[in-house]
T-cell receptor, first 113, second 110 residues
């Protein structure tokens, strides 16, 4: 158990809908990272937050957004969902601002039908 | 563009053998490299890391080798066990982001 929690574990929704994925980092970790894992693209970095502020952006679509709250939990919002958004979404956390030794949560499996 | 890749998508070994998983990276500016293990249904788990100013780093049953000249990274697992069966990813850090390779599936048979 990495100490990172993610909810929900599974999510099934229809195209065009909007969903919110939630992540709680390890106790004491200030950085939260979101990744998307699909069969054809592998594990892709989406976005990083550090202590409530956005630090880095990767391959995140404009339809996706995230935020980190004062209690350090983070939410990833996915809107106008398309079939191609079906994937595993992982949250990771680390103590430092840089991405040294990130600890991953169990993931949320999103299925868009 | 920047990429991190693995040479072989699958590797099958016998229990007790040593396993070597290879990875090539393209960004010479990468200063930090990590190996992750992902078991079925779980998130990636940190195994070992190495900084660009090192050639070798050892952990418990694992060794990472870095050859900056040819931009190659390898993970060696000694006395491979059935519990080592998983997908292994190498990742490189450049700035804040981690760039992951596609993964090698290691299968260990008894």
């Amino acid at each position: 158990d990495s100490g990172v929690t993610q909810t929900p574990k599974h999510l099934i929704t229809a195209t065009g809908q909007r969903v919110t994925l939630r992540c709680s980092p390890r106790s004491g970790d200030l950085s939260v990272y979101w990744y998307q894992q699909s069969l054809d693209q592998g594990l892709q970095f989406l976005i990083q937050y550090y202590n409530g502020e956005e630090r880095a952006k990767g391959n995140i679509l404009e339809r996706f957004s995230a935020q980190q709250f004062p209690d350090l939990h983070s939410e990833l919002n996915l809107s106008s969902l398309e079939l191609g958004d079906s994937a595993l979404y992982f949250c990771a956390s680390s103590v430092h601002r840089g991405s040294y030794e990130q600890y991953f949560g169990p993931g949320t499996r999103l299925t868009v039908t | 563009g920047e990429s991190v890749g693995l040479h072989l998508p699958t590797l099958s070994v016998q229990e007790g053998d040593n396993s070597i998983i290879n990875c090539a990276y393209s960004n010479s500016a990468s200063d930090y490299f990590i190996w992750y293990k992902q078991e079925s249904g779980k998130g990636p788990q940190f195994i070992i890391d190495i900084r660009s100013n090192m050639d070798k780093r050892q952990g418990q049953r694992v060794t990472v080798l870095l050859n900056k000249t040819v931009k190659h990274l390898s993970l060696q697992i000694a006395a491979t066990q059935p519990g080592d069966s998983a997908v292994y990813f190498c990742a490189s850090q450049a700035g804040t982001a981690l760039i992951f390779g596609k993964g090698t599936t290691l299968s260990v048979s008894s």
